[in-house]
Structures are given as C-alpha cells and as structure tokens.
C-alpha cells in the first residue's frame, strides 16, 4: 500500500464508532423495551403516554444513530474514491508514464483478478501480484491504470 492510502482507515467505521452503535441500540432497544412494559401494564390510555414517549425516544435515539454511523461511512467511502481517482490521475499524468509509452510496460495481475494493471496501481496495491504477460493471458487491461 502506498504510504497516502495508509493513512486511510482500512474500514469506512473506526472501531469505536462500531461500538459505539452497539452500545447506544442497545440502549434504545432497551427504552423500548421498558417502554412497551410501562404501557402494557397501564389500565387506561392515558397511562400509557409515559411508556409510549419512552418507546418513541428509544425509536428515535437508534434511527439517529444508525444514520449517523452510515453518513460516516458513506463520507469515508466518499474520500477512498477521490483518493483513489487521484492516485489514478497520478499515475496517468507521471512524467515517467508518459516517458515510457514507446516501452512495454511491465504489468502485474492478481492470481484471481480479472484485469492487468501497472505495478503502483491502487488495485493492487500492498496485494500478491504475479507478472502478466505482454498478451496480458487474454485478461483486459484496467481501465483506471492502464485505460
Ligand atoms: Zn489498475
């Protein structure tokens, strides 16, 4: 991996913000709960008001919670794209890129991977590569590095 994609999280959720999910619905899972008791027990609808405000609070404490976690991870999402868009210009617009375009290109694939790709490529970045043939084994070129 290249010492810029280090300094990304390797999961859009830092450990605490996971279980801190955990924590907070559990404890709106747990209003509800009491909630529904409170009410279950009233005799008349008026009684039931407390519990119901209890359930409906819980209710509303693990929806913004749960949207708060997915925001977060949708904007860390957010930055792992435009780094690796960047990185992929990057790559693109090196001088020694361009240099080496009357030069076959050395490529690297994934044991697995459906494409090629150049060595520094973030798709492959930090993973087990094997050298790629000049034909590429009929595998297609990756459109970000190599497109
Ligand atoms: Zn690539």
């Known amino acids: 991996m290249t010492p810029a994609a280090d300094a990304l999280p390797p999961t859009p959720w830092r450990p605490?913000?996971?279980?801190?999910?955990?924590?907070?619905?559990?404890?709106?899972?747990?209003?509800?709960a009491v909630g529904w008791w409170m009410a279950s027990g009233a005799a008349?609808?008026?009684?039931?008001?407390?519990?119901?405000?209890?359930?409906?609070?819980?209710?509303?404490?693990?929806g913004a919670a749960s949207a708060s976690?997915?925001?977060?991870?949708?904007r860390a999402v957010a930055r792992r794209q435009a780094h690796l868009v960047q990185s992929a210009r990057a790559?693109?617009?090196?001088?020694?890129a361009e240099a080496a375009d009357d030069v076959p290109r050395a490529t690297v694939a994934l044991a697995d991977g459906r494409h090629v790709h150049r060595p520094g490529c973030q798709f492959v970045a930090g993973?087990?590569?094997?050298?790629?043939?000049?034909?590429?084994?009929?595998?297609?070129?990756?459109?970000?590095?190599?497109?």
């Not at 801190?20 to 404890?27: H, K």
């Not at 993973?127 to 990756?142: E, L, M, Q, Y």
């Open 44 to 62: 008349t609808a008026g009684h039931e008001v407390a519990g119901l405000n209890l359930a409906v609070a819980g209710l509303v404490l693990l």
């Open 16 to 32: 605490f913000a996971s279980r801190a999910l955990t924590y907070v619905s559990i404890t709106s899972l747990a209003l509800v």
């Open 127 to 147: 993973k087990p590569t094997v050298p790629a043939s000049a034909s590429h084994g009929g595998r297609p070129a990756c459109p970000v590095c190599l497109g």
């Open 69 to 74: 976690w997915l925001i977060a991870g949708s």
């Open 91 to 96: 790559l693109r617009g090196s001088p020694t």
